[in-house]
C-alpha cells in the first residue's frame, strides 16, 4: 500500500471548518484514500473514502486533486466532538487490510 | 443493529498468564479482524479471517499468539504466555462480504495490560 503523510497536530475552532491534508504522492491508480478516526478510547471509525471523484456523505467530504497525489477531508462544522486522530488510508480495491500511519490530531476548542 | 462488540473491555494479567479476548463480529459479516495498538505505537494489522479461515495472519506477532474462529462467527485471540510488551489495546473489527470498497467496523477495543 502507498504510503501517507499528514500533519502531526491541528487545532480549530468549534463551528468552523476542519480541513485535514493528505499526501500520498506515491498512490497508484488501482487504491483507493480512505479516512478512519479514532476518538479517545474507541476504536477506528470509517467516516468516507474515495477514488478521484470528490465525495460527501454526513459527515464529511473528501476532496482529491486531480493527480490524485494528495486529498483533505473536510468537516464543514466542527464539534467538540470531532476532537480524535484522523487517519488517511489509501488501500487497493478490494484488500481488506488497512494500514494505519501516525496520523492527524485534531483538537477542536471552543 | 449491534456493533462489533469485544470483551473484556480490560485485563490486568501478570506476566506469564494466559488471557484470551474474544470478539463478536456484526451479524452476516464474513471478514473478521485483529488489530493492536501497543504503548506509543500505531495501530497494526495483526490477521484476518474470512468465515472460519485464516486469510492473512502476516501480522501476528509470534507463536505466542493464537486466533480462532470456529463456525465462522465469533472469534477469540488468545495469548499464550503473555509477556510485558504485550500490553496494549486490542481491536476487532469486521465487514461484508468482499465487494468494492467495503469499510471495516471497530470494537470499541480490549485493554490488555500485563503486569
Known amino acids: 500500500d502507498a504510503k501517507t503523510t499528514q500533519p502531526p497536530s491541528m487545532d480549530c475552532a468549534e463551528g468552523r471548518a476542519a480541513n485535514l491534508p493528505c499526501n500520498h504522492s506515491t498512490i497508484s491508480g488501482n487504491e483507493y484514500v480512505y479516512w478512519y478516526r479514532q476518538i479517545h478510547s474507541q476504536g477506528p471509525q470509517y467516516i468516507i473514502h474515495?477514488?478521484?471523484n470528490n465525495e460527501t456523505n454526513e459527515m464529511a467530504s473528501l476532496i482529491i486533486t486531480e493527480d490524485r497525489k494528495s486529498s483533505t477531508l473536510i468537516l464543514p462544522h466542527a464539534t467538540l466532538r470531532d476532537t480524535a486522530v484522523y487517519y488517511c488510508i489509501v488501500r487497493v480495491e478490494g484488500f481488506q487490510k488497512l494500514v494505519f500511519g501516525t496520523g492527524t490530531r485534531l483538537l477542536v476548542s471552543p | 443493529e449491534a456493533g462489533v462488540t469485544q470483551f473484556p473491555s480490560h485485563s490486568v494479567i501478570e506476566k506469564g498468564q494466559t488471557v484470551t479476548l474474544r470478539c463478536d463480529p456484526i451479524?452476516?459479516?464474513?471478514?473478521l479482524y485483529w488489530y493492536r495498538r501497543v504503548m506509543g505505537k500505531e495501530i497494526k494489522f495483526l490477521l484476518h479471517?474470512?468465515?472460519?479461515?485464516?486469510?492473512?495472519e502476516s501480522g501476528m506477532p509470534n507463536n505466542r499468539f493464537l486466533a480462532e474462529r470456529t463456525g465462522g462467527t465469533y472469534s477469540t485471540l488468545k495469548v499464550q504466555p503473555a509477556e510485558l510488551e504485550d500490553s496494549g489495546v486490542y481491536f476487532c473489527?469486521?465487514?461484508?462480504?468482499?465487494?468494492?470498497?467495503?469499510?471495516?467496523?471497530f470494537g470499541q477495543g480490549t485493554r490488555l495490560t500485563v503486569v
Open positions: 474515495g477514488l478521484k
Open positions: 451479524s452476516g459479516h464474513d471478514n
Open positions: 473489527a469486521s465487514s461484508q462480504v468482499l465487494t468494492e470498497n467495503t469499510e471495516a467496523f
Open positions: 479471517f474470512v468465515k472460519e479461515s485464516k486469510q492473512d
